[in-house]
Nanobody
Framework: QVHVVESGGGLVQAGGSLRLSCAAS????????VDWYRQAPGSQRELVAH???????NYADSVRGRFTISRDDAKNTVYLQMNNLKPEDTGVYYC?????????????WGQGTQVTVSS
């Protein structure tokens, strides 16, 4: 069954870095567009970064210049490199991916990974 698996979250100090991964299952699966969302406790979910199949990217103003979304299609994986992390970056990060599998395109959500940035 097709699914995506997230990893890379954790606890870091302010100013530190983390790299999140969103990996699609199966060698016959390919990733089209991917969005990274995050949701802090008591806050609404917000779009953090976006990447198209061609590699075009967009970022939320709050993370632009600090976060970088990238893709490795050979590994069916999309990354979110997060540098100079701030306490306000704390939250659960979700990968939302459009996956192509044997001629079909469907949307998949990852399970979420916790990112905590201490002061």
């Amino acid at each position: 069954q097709v699914h995506v698996v997230e990893s890379g979250g954790g606890l870091v100090q302010a100013g530190g870095s983390l790299r999140l991964s969103c990996a699609a299952s199966g060698s016959t699966v390919s990733i089209n567009t991917v969005d990274w969302y995050r949701q802090a406790p008591g806050s609404q979910r917000e779009l953090v970064a976006h990447v198209t199949r061609a590699g075009r990217t967009n970022y939320a103003d709050s993370v632009r210049g600090r976060f970088t979304i990238s893709r490795d299609d050979a590994k069916n994986t999309v990354y979110l490199q997060m540098n100079n992390l701030k306490p306000e970056d704390t939250g659960v990060y979700y990968c939302n991916a459009d996956l192509a599998y044997i001629g079909t395109l469907r949307n998949y959500w990852g399970q979420g990974t916790q990112v905590t940035v201490s002061s």
